[in-house]
């Protein structure tokens, strides 16, 4: 275990990342700058083959899998564990809240004193207005109640817990004017645009390691950039600013239906600045 003090931070720990896709990878290398242990899992040779030639650790676990396969993986003998495993609902999978219940298990049979799991803001569903943690949610809706189970499942992890409801991603190599270049009648023109930048994502992790709690109360964080202009605009304009064909929009009259992300108790409790607060501004300095 790796101790060391970096930006006015004490720091004692290692952090294991579970899913080591391309926001963990990120996470990673920011973690190694600050001489901060790190050791990853990832689904192929291939990938691990990746994470090596960037100096980080790993190794393969396939989801889902039993508990006492997963109990000797060398990612449960850290302190900080960081689950990154994408739902999948969309294909169609319904296994995600089981995954996550074995890995807490495995957990509490290791070294692992802290968990952060990565959710989504979609457990809000059809929400509208502004959303913040304590918001309540429609647990009619079957993804939402998918999601729920999974962050529900951190419940039965004995050490000291936090979710992270993560908005849409956005990056140096994940522009958003490439999300819907091109593409024509689309809906939910009046839609609020709720993303985050991968930096601000990192940065927020980062935060929530350096700072953890012994309370074994699960704490739950938003994590969503102020931009909030509607899906249309945002869009075009992102378009634009790499030179490709802007989205057409079907005619919205759902002005008043709009969903923000608001991401306050994160800021207030910890004192996260955000590197890119505005899209827009980010947008215009990237080209």
């Given at each position: 275990m790796t101790k060391t003090k970096k930006n006015g931070l004490n720091i004692n720990t290692s952090v294991g990342i579970m899913g080591c896709g391309?926001?963990?990878?990120?996470?990673?290398?920011?973690?190694?700058?600050?001489?901060?242990?790190?050791?990853?899992?990832?689904?192929?040779?291939?990938?691990?083959?990746?994470?090596?030639?960037?100096?980080?650790?790993?190794e393969q676990v396939q989801l889902p899998t039993s508990v006492n396969e997963l109990k000797n993986k060398h990612v449960f003998k850290q302190?900080?564990?960081?689950?990154?495993?994408?739902?999948?609902?969309?294909?169609?999978?319904?296994?995600?809240?089981?995954?996550?219940?074995?890995?807490?298990?495995?957990?509490?049979?290791?070294?692992?004193e802290h968990i952060i799991l990565i959710s989504t803001s979609a457990v809000y569903g059809n929400l509208i207005g502004?959303?913040?943690?304590?918001?309540?949610?429609?647990?009619?809706?079957?993804?939402?109640?998918?999601l729920v189970n999974a962050e529900q499942a951190l419940e039965g992890f004995l050490g000291a817990k936090t979710i992270l409801r993560l908005t849409g991603l956005v990056g140096e190599d994940r522009h958003p004017g490439r999300?819907?270049?091109?593409?024509?009648?689309?809906?939910n023109a009046n839609a609020a645009v709720n993303l985050i930048h991968q930096q601000d994502a990192v940065g927020i992790l980062r935060c929530l390691l350096m700072n953890r709690k012994g309370s074994q109360k699960t704490e739950i964080f938003n994590a969503c950039?102020?931009?909030?202009?509607?899906?249309?605009?945002?869009?075009?304009?992102?378009?634009k600013t790499?030179?490709?064909?802007?989205?057409?929009?079907?005619?919205?009259?759902?002005?008043?239906?709009?969903?923000?992300?608001?991401?306050?108790?994160?800021?207030?409790?910890?004192n996260y600045q955000f590197v890119y607060p505005e899209l827009l501004t980010w947008l215009e300095k990237a080209t």
């Open positions: 391309w926001l963990g990878t990120a996470l990673a290398q920011c973690l190694l700058n600050d001489n901060i242990e790190v050791f990853a899992t990832v689904t192929s040779i291939e990938k691990q083959k990746v994470l090596k030639n960037l100096a980080i650790n790993s302190a900080q564990l960081v689950i990154c495993i994408t739902p999948q609902l969309k294909y169609g999978k319904k296994d995600y809240a089981l995954k996550i219940k074995n890995i807490i298990s495995a957990a509490n049979n290791g070294q692992v502004n959303i913040s943690e304590d918001a309540v949610l429609d647990l009619n809706n079957e993804k939402v109640q998918a999300f819907l270049a091109g593409k024509t009648a689309l809906s950039c102020n931009t909030h202009i509607t899906r249309k605009e945002f869009y075009q304009k992102a378009t790499i030179n490709l064909t802007p989205p057409t929009f079907l005619p919205d009259t759902k002005q008043s239906k709009r969903k923000i992300i608001v991401t306050k108790k994160i800021q207030d409790k910890h």
